[in-house]
């Protein structure tokens, strides 16, 4: 699975949009990045997922370059209840192997 | 709809001792994997199970097993607990289509 590097952490004003990194140079053709989120002893909570194309949901925007060798994830206007951990995940499509790989993500903090 | 759920929440077991948990996958969802984090760290995969077989095994031993039922819903087993097993226990079910995993709040097993 290709690796991923993220912040470890960062800070964002109440309101303010939270543009969080993620970069992944070895993801390969069938890979898909995948965000997830990891508010304090909770199970992981699902964000958004793309290949290449940018996705908008009700959470968040996922912006994909063009060389798929890094991604932003978009919290457009972030209250405190955004601050968590925050996971980009690269993963295959392949059937039996869509295992997720957790990194160590960035720790998001929301400043009142 | 309802969303993944575990059980128990919480156990506390002796080293040497063996342990069942237990996860019902979301309404629909036939895929169901097992995760384990430990203090501090991201989650790690162990298994997957798909239609009652195991479908992808990460880096653990085999005394970590598990089952998938006809309802879809699994047991993840340990074998002579050891106290590095201390940890939240995540299952996380996917659907055939959407293939994104939701987690379920997780059990927080402690060895003692």
């Known amino acids: 699975d290709a690796k991923t590097t993220q912040p470890p952490s960062m800070d964002c004003a109440e309101g303010r949009a939270a543009n969080l990194p993620c970069n992944h140079s070895t993801i390969s053709g069938n890979e898909y990045v995948y965000w997830y989120r990891q508010i304090h002893s909770q199970g992981p909570q699902y964000i958004i997922h793309?290949?290449?194309n940018n996705e908008t949901n009700e959470m968040a925007s996922l912006i994909i370059t063009e060389d798929r060798k890094s991604s932003t994830l978009i919290l457009p206007h972030a209250t405190l209840r955004d601050t968590a951990v925050y996971y980009c995940i690269v993963r295959s499509d392949h059937f039996g192997n869509e295992k997720l790989t957790f990194g160590t993500g960035t720790r998001l903090t929301i400043i009142p | 709809e309802t969303g993944v759920t575990q059980s128990p929440t919480h156990l506390i077991k002796t080293r040497g001792q063996q342990v069942t948990l237990r996860c019902s996958s979301q309404s629909g969802h036939n895929t169901v994997s097992w995760y384990q984090q430990a203090l501090g760290q991201g989650p790690q995969f162990i298994f997957q199970y798909y239609r009652e077989e195991e479908n992808g095994r990460g880096n653990f031993p085999p005394r970590f097993s598990g089952l998938q039922f006809p309802n879809y819903s699994s047991e993840l087993n340990v074998n002579a607990l050891e106290l590095d097993d201390s940890a939240l226990y995540l299952c996380a079910s996917s659907s055939p289509t959407s293939r994104v995993e939701y987690f379920g709040p997780g059990t927080r097993l402690l060895v003692l």
């Open positions: 793309g290949l290449k």
